[in-house]
C-alpha cells in the first residue's frame, strides 16, 4: 500500500486562502468518501479537521473545507491565520479494513 | 468526554519487544475499533493496523505483519500494542486513535527509542 501523495510545503499571508492536494488512487481515494484530514503541532497528537470528505468536527473552524474529484481530496483553508501553521495529513480507507496516510504537508504563515 | 491515555516512554535494545497500552475512558469500549499510528522523528504517519474492541479481530498493515499484535482487555477498557524484533528503524511515537471510519480522538503518544 503506497502513501498518498502531498506537496512537501505550501505557503500563505495572514487572510489568503490555500489548498493542500492529496493523490491517491482508483483502490483507495477514488473508490470512497472516506478521506480525512488532520493537524499537527510539533510535539502534540494530531486532530482530526475533515472526515468523510467534506465533514467538519463540532469544534473545528469553518475556514477549513475538504473536497474531492476523482482520485485526488484537498482541503483548503481559507482566511489563514498564524496558529493554522502546523503539518496536514490526508487519510483514505484503502479496502478490506486498512488505510493509508499521505507523506504530509508543512503549511507555513507567512 | 473521550480520553486516550498512553503508557509512558520506552527504551529497547535491538531484538527486544515493546508492549504499548491506551486506556480508554468516556464512552462505551466496544462500541469502537481502535487503531495504531507510528511517526518516526521528523517523518510522517504511518497506519499500523486496527482492532475491533467487541470480537478482537485485527487487521495489519502488510509492512507490520508477523511482529505486530494487538490486543484488548475489554475489563479494564485497554488496548495493548506489541511490536517484536525491534530495530533501530522502529524508533518513533506510537499513537493509538479511536475509530469511527476515521481517526476522530488520539492518544498523547508513547516514544519508543530503540537502541543498543
Known amino acids: 500500500q503506497s502513501a498518498l501523495t502531498q506537496p512537501a510545503s505550501v505557503s500563505g499571508s495572514p487572510g489568503q486562502s490555500i489548498t493542500i492536494s492529496c493523490t491517491g488512487t482508483s483502490s483507495d481515494v477514488e473508490s470512497y468518501n472516506l478521506v480525512s484530514w488532520y493537524q499537527q503541532h510539533p510535539g502534540k497528537a494530531p486532530k482530526l479537521m475533515i472526515y468523510e470528505g467534506s465533514k467538519r468536527p463540532s469544534g473545528v473552524s469553518n475556514r477549513f473545507s475538504g473536497s474531492k474529484s476523482g482520485n485526488t481530496a484537498s482541503l483548503t483553508i481559507s482566511g489563514l491565520q498564524a496558529e493554522d501553521e502546523a503539518d496536514y495529513y490526508c487519510?483514505?480507507?484503502?479496502?478490506?479494513?486498512?488505510?493509508?496516510f499521505g507523506g504530509g504537508t508543512k503549511l507555513t504563515v507567512l | 468526554q473521550v480520553q486516550l491515555v498512553q503508557s509512558g516512554a520506552e527504551v529497547k535494545k535491538p531484538g527486544a519487544s515493546v508492549k504499548v497500552s491506551c486506556k480508554a475512558s468516556g464512552y462505551t469500549f466496544t462500541s469502537y475499533y481502535m487503531h495504531w499510528v507510528r511517526q518516526a522523528p521528523g517523518q510522517g504517519l504511518e497506519w499500523m493496523g486496527i482492532i475491533n474492541l467487541n470480537g478482537g479481530g485485527t487487521t495489519y498493515a502488510q509492512k507490520f505483519q508477523g511482529r505486530v499484535t494487538m490486543t484488548r482487555d475489554t475489563s479494564t477498557s485497554t488496548v495493548y500494542m506489541e511490536l517484536s524484533s525491534l530495530r533501530s528503524e522502529d524508533t518513533a511515537v506510537y499513537y493509538c486513535a479511536r475509530d469511527k471510519w476515521t481517526f476522530d480522538y488520539w492518544g498523547q503518544g508513547t516514544l519508543v527509542t530503540v537502541s543498543s
Open positions: 487519510c483514505s480507507y484503502a479496502g478490506s479494513t486498512t488505510w493509508v
